[in-house]
């Protein structure tokens, strides 16, 4: 009775093969992942220093120098997509959620997934039409601009799906208690949804720091640090681009290292989203 | 309208013999009144042109098989029901006005805001739903906080005296910052209960309140409603007969969005006029 049938030692056999196969294409998955973060820290490592972050990079050709502008310009620039992108995100989402099936939902649900596929260089090249030519010049404005339509579907999307977890009775107590709908959803649902759509808009900000394309002719970049939002300003990824294409050594260490941080500030914007999904 | 009696009126009669019949003259206020309303979910008619009368601080209960309409009738009398996607009402709902005139008002009269309708008449849920991330305190006070403007006092007061009319006080009174998620199932159902009463409404509507709770839990909230009698007019939807016969003294019983019967719970239960809900208290369907 106990015995294994041949039909059950084959299942079994499957089985371990299958497991291995699965065990494989795991390592084969996050292979490159390792390969990445160890060559980043091999080549990256050594430029690591308080200059790195505190000096503006020397002219071609002189020792030390820094990417303080490039560090400076990304926080400029995320902190406008911040301000921009991401409450327009949220209010996208928001209404999308409340208007549910209605035909201007539906539009406006399109819309957003179209704009989700929209190549970022196109977006860039859209700012710079709209933004740069009218302004005659680069500007933290143009590539906030830019980041801030890369966010939007992101961050709507998110807080779209957030909201749909809200069970459909939280919202009919609260219209029962005769709360007018606006403060029902500003009050008692989105209190009770935070940590959520904040999980949403860090994995946004995480992916457009890494943004290259949609920067690279609006902010465009400078040497000398940020000069206001109507200059051209300088940013992580497009400095990484130009640095690691020149031929100067110590720009290209720059690169390195700059690429590094770059790819520890992405990496711990993820793993606060992990942590935040748990909490909630 | 027949109905439209004054309360004067009705203390000094009694005996009201015009034309030589036998005139039984309402010796209660109406509190709730509702013609021929009738709920669609699109096309899909749930509620048939039902027409029953609720007498004031009086519990009335809705029995009737599941999917015969009960929860979408109640919701017509909050306006709850519209805000689904493609439902549709017709028909009126008449409650008692608050104004000086003291006459009854059309909740589904044109220009009549929904808002204002459903703070004087309450709603507690199938499931308890409290507000996820709101303090106990909170949710009791959330219907003031947020329809009304309440000193804070005031709410402090409120909150108390909603707690102890909904028997959940002495269990909460130590811990009312603690979220009112943390509470169990039945102690949820009275949060949300303290949380309706603490508007004061005029009439209180409950949609199988106890169907997900223990028995014991049950057995408290029936309590609390025999308790809210002359106090507030409460109409509660039960599926479970003996719960409407413990607690109620009119019953309506419905059957596919028709309302078959309606009297006095005693006699519904006892001598039923129709045999189909004679059928359904016996237990032969539903
Ligand atoms: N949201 C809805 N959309 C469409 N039909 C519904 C919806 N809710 C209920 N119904 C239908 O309306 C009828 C009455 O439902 P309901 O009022 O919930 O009955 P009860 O509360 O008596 O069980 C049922 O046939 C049900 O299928
Ligand atoms: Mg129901």
């Not at chain 1, 940020?226 to 681009?241: D, E, K, W």
């Not at chain 2, 030589?20 to 008619?45: M, P, R, Y």
């Amino acid at each position: 009775m106990l015995e294994l049938s041949a039909r059950d030692r084959r299942r079994r056999v499957t089985n371990v093969i299958a497991i291995g196969a699965l065990c494989v294409l795991g390592f084969l998955a996050i292979t490159p992942l390792f390969f990445i973060f160890s060559y980043l820290i091999l080549r990256g490592w050594g430029g690591l220093s308080l200059d790195f972050f505190l000096e503006i990079p020397k002219p071609v050709g002189e020792e030390g120098g820094g990417m303080a502008n490039a560090i400076s310009g990304s926080l400029v620039l995320l902190s406008l997509t911040a301000a921009f992108g991401v409450p327009i995100g949220m209010l996208c989402g928001i209404a999308l959620s409340e208007l549910k099936n209605s035909f201007t939902a539906r539009v406006l649900r399109v819309a957003v997934d179209l704009l989700t596929s929209v190549p970022s260089i196109v977006i860039g090249l859209f700012a710079y039409a709209v933004i740069v030519v009218p302004m005659k010049g680069y500007s933290a404005w143009a590539g906030g601009f830019a980041l801030s339509i890369v966010t939007v579907p992101i961050v709507a999307r998110s807080t779209e799906e957030i909201l749909k977890l809200v069970p459909r009775t939280v919202h009919e107590a609260g219209l029962a208690l005769g709360i007018p709908r606006y403060k029902v959803l500003l009050r008692l649902i989105l209190p009770g949804v935070r940590s959520g759509i904040l999980t949403g808009v860090l994995l946004a900000m995480a992916r457009v720091s890494g943004e290259t394309a949609p920067l690279l002719f609006t902010a465009f970049s400078n040497s000398f640090g940020f000069r206001g939002l109507s200059s051209p300003t300088a940013s992580l990824p497009v400095q990484i681009y130009t640095y690691a294409t020149s031929h100067d050594e110590t720009w290209r260490q720059l690169a390195w290292t700059g690429a590094l941080v770059l790819v520890f500030v992405v990496f711990c914007l993820n793993l606060l989203t992990r942590f935040l999904v748990r909490k909630s | 309208m027949a109905l439209d009696v004054s309360p004067e009126f009705n203390q000094k009669t009694g005996m009201g013999n015009l034309d030589g019949q036998n005139l039984e003259v309402e010796q209660k206020q109406i509190a709730l009144e509702t013609q021929k309303l009738s709920a669609w979910f699109g096309d899909h008619h749930v509620v048939k042109e039902i027409s029953l009368s609720v007498e004031k601080n009086d519990v009335f209960a809705l029995i009737g098989p599941s999917g015969c309409g009960k929860s979408t009738f109640i919701r017509c009398l909050n306006r709850l029901h519209e805000e689904g996607e493609g439902a549709r009402v017709s028909g009126d709902v008449l409650i008692q006005g608050i104004g000086k005139s003291g006459g009854r008002e059309n909740i589904y009269r044109s220009g009549v805001d929904p808002v204002s309708v459903r703070r004087r008449i309450g709603m507690v849920f199938q499931k308890p739903n409290p507000f996820p991330g709101l303090s106990i305190f909170e949710n009791v006070a959330s219907g003031l906080r947020l329809a009304q403007v309440v000193r804070r006092s005031v709410l402090e007061e409120v909150v108390e005296t909603s707690l102890k009319q909904a028997a959940l006080w002495d269990e909460v009174k130590d811990k009312l910052k603690k979220p009112g998620t943390s509470l169990s199932g039945g102690q949820q159902q009275r949060l949300c209960i303290a949380r309706a009463l603490a508007v004061r409404p005029q009439i209180l509507l409950m949609d199988e309140p106890t169907s997900a709770l223990d028995p014991i839990s049950t057995a408290r909230i029936e309590e609390l409603v025999m308790k809210l009698r002359g106090e507030v007019t409460v109409m509660i939807v039960t599926h479970n007969m003996q719960q409407a016969a413990r607690i109620s003294s009119q019953t309506a019983f419905f059957l596919m969005g028709e309302l078959v019967e309606v009297g006095p719970t005693n006699r519904i239960f006892t001598k039923p006029k129709e045999s189909k809900t004679e059928q359904y208290i016996t237990g032969r369907f539903g």
